[in-house]
């Protein structure tokens, strides 16, 4: 198998698991954050910078590199490691969740999606097996099924129909996989917010004995009790010996509440994003570096925090260079904050191993957002 | 003096000069290309990166940074160098060039200039003592006299008044100018495409005794030749043990003749603007690497360059991060094309150093523009 999941220890208090992740590009310490590099690229970070912030694995968008540059090219340099020059481990997903969110006039059909390019409208068709042969092409060590994310709220019925769906999607793609030796395929938990559809999703998954499950369907519009709510029907269902991986999140209070319920991998643009639009996380909460406030503020970011940023540049002059165009300040705000959430999940894992994931929770709860229950979702 | 050139040596076939200029931040050794970081940052690349790829002295813009911080600021922070984090020697402008290239509905009169911000048309003054004032806030190592560059072309009488203003507000900047001790005030010659102007206002300046003398009102649409023709009676009038700084210009033939002809000192936003274009110095002439053509070319942008850019990726894949707009595209050829000048200018010492500049010039022409007298312009 490609990928082999390493049970290390259960964290006494809350649950939570510690473990190592073995893929052909190296070693995952788990729970982990995944930075997400879409376009073949983690957005003004550079791969060195990735090391020295201590990424352990990216994910990359398979709808997006099928548009742009296309998998063949991807394929013909040499698969995706050697493209962008990033020799860590990689997973793709399946191109299912940009098909229903990005693309324009989709049509579900049996056999796949039909859709139109957001970038020109050209007709392009994904299915279970052409996402099979874009992973294949572009060779991450982890790859994912193709599913359908149901829209939230749907009917029951719908999400039943879709979830059955995305598990005959699983069946053809584990059939059409042609490189399970160098590439593992998760298969997707589906079934919405309903527990008797997510348990019998999550038991068809495991008796096909894939190397790994994700949860998808969730941090899509659902109130985070009930996205905890429902990991609390589903994790219990999934083997110990093998990883899983929450898709989508990545605000710090669901990091660290989804490694309490179970979860080894996460990703998210969250980071990514408010970066490019000034804001940022630190040790003391959310902090929107381009407000006035801070133009005459010379000291770092997050005064707790060791990154790049913080060691050298000021709240003052990232404003600057935000209000200026500047890009460079867009890389310095999108370092800190990729740097703060693998250093969240570094203390986590240190959490678990000392038995104190609820305690660190709540400590941490209070400091970046001043109470146990926030409102804020990130 | 905050500022001292030592001369080292003649090219004996060319007659360039080998030097190094001593500053409050380190020795530079010239001739050498300064990278243009306008807003208080070299577009797209970091400090550290600047020192990767030996850049020893950067230019910043007084215009720029007086609209956006504000010099007040920029002091609070303890100085240009620890605002943007560079320990290196830097050179500010005076604000002039800027003032007349970007602003709006502005009026000269003897006390110095009125004009609207490009940014948000707010009514501003810079005259000789603001310019210092703005310069001895920044903190810079060398800074530069607050000057006309006179459009061209121009009536030789407008021309004259000009210079002779110039020569005037120079003299109020030598008044006003507070830290002579840490900075260097640099004279501007001007006088236009005439040559008795130029001797005179290079005459002029002399007198003064000056750390450091620039000639300016050249690389303004006037043809190359006759940018040298000036040049070769200008340099002549300026004393050997000073440094001499020939500004705008930064087209890789301009700079080898330039050193030629006895310049110390370039800087230009050619590299970093091209490079956001997509447009590549390479040892093979110009490269505009977002071309179809390099869709599929998994070769570096330049064989023969052993920069960060051309070690880690291909044209194939910064023509993705290009077509795609992630501004790592745009780090990566800006990355490249300053090293290519940096390199070239230690090439251009090493040749003087070794009397053959002459002959290394016809070399690189050949090889670059195919021609020794090319059409092109870069």
Same mark, same amino acid.
């Given at each position: ?317 990232? !404003?600057?260079? %935000?209000?200026? @165009?500047?890009?460079?300040?867009? =890389? ?6 990729? /740097?703060?959430? $693998? ?5 986590? !894992?240190?959490? %678990?191993?000392? @038995?104190?994931?609820?305690?660190? =929770? ?6 970046? /957002?001043?109470? $146990? ?6």
């Amino acid at each position: 198998m490609a990928v082999r999941y390493e049970f290390i220890k259960e964290c006494k208090q809350s649950g939570a698991r510690l473990g190592r992740l073995h893929t052909p590009h190296g070693v995952i310490e788990t729970p982990i954050f995944m930075p997400v590099g879409t376009q073949a690229t983690v957005k003004t970070i550079s791969p060195e910078e990735l090391k020295e912030m201590e990424a352990q694995i990216i994910l990359s968008n398979t709808y997006h590199l099928f548009l742009r540059p296309g998998h063949e090219l991807v394929k013909e340099a040499g698969g995706l490691h050697k493209f962008m020059n990033w020799d860590r481990p990689i997973l793709t997903d399946s191109g299912g969740f940009q098909v229903f969110s990005l693309s324009n006039l989709r049509k579900i059909t049996e056999e796949g999606v039909n859709f139109r390019s957001h970038l020109n409208g050209e007709k392009l068709f994904i299915g279970p097996e052409t996402a099979m042969e874009i992973q294949n092409a572009l060779g991450a060590d982890i790859i994912m099924a193709f599913d359908e994310c149901p829209p939230y709220p749907a009917d029951k019925s719908y999400v039943k129909a879709s979830t059955d769906r995305t598990y005959r999607w699983l069946k053809r793609c584990m059939e059409a996989h042609t490189r399970s030796d160098e590439q593992a395929l998760f298969g997707i938990v589906q079934g919405g917010m309903h527990e008797d559809l997510r348990q019998e999703a999550a038991k068809q998954l495991v008796d096909l004995d894939l190397p790994g499950y994700a949860i998808g369907g969730l941090s899509v519009g659902e109130s985070k009790e009930m996205m905890y709510e429902v990991l609390s029907y589903t994790t219990p269902h999934l083997p110990q010996n093998k990883a899983r991986y929450l898709m989508g999140v990545g605000s710090p209070d669901a990091l660290i509440q989804g490694a309490i319920q179970g979860i080894d991998l996460f990703d998210c643009v969250l980071p990514t994003r408010i970066a490019r639009n000034g804001t940022t996380m630190t040790s003391q909460g959310r902090l929107v570096v381009r407000n006035a406030k801070y133009a005459r503020d010379f000291t770092p970011l997050d005064p707790n925090c060791d990154c790049y940023t913080c060691r050298n540049y000021s709240r003052a002059y990232i !404003r600057h260079l %935000i209000k200026a @165009d500047e890009t460079f300040g867009l =890389r310095l705000t999108s370092y800190h904050n990729l /740097y703060f959430l $693998l250093d969240l999940m570094d203390k986590v !894992r240190d959490a %678990i191993r000392n @038995d104190r994931l609820l305690d660190f =929770r709540d400590e941490f709860m209070i400091q970046y /957002y001043g109470s $146990l229950h926030p409102d804020t979702s990130f």
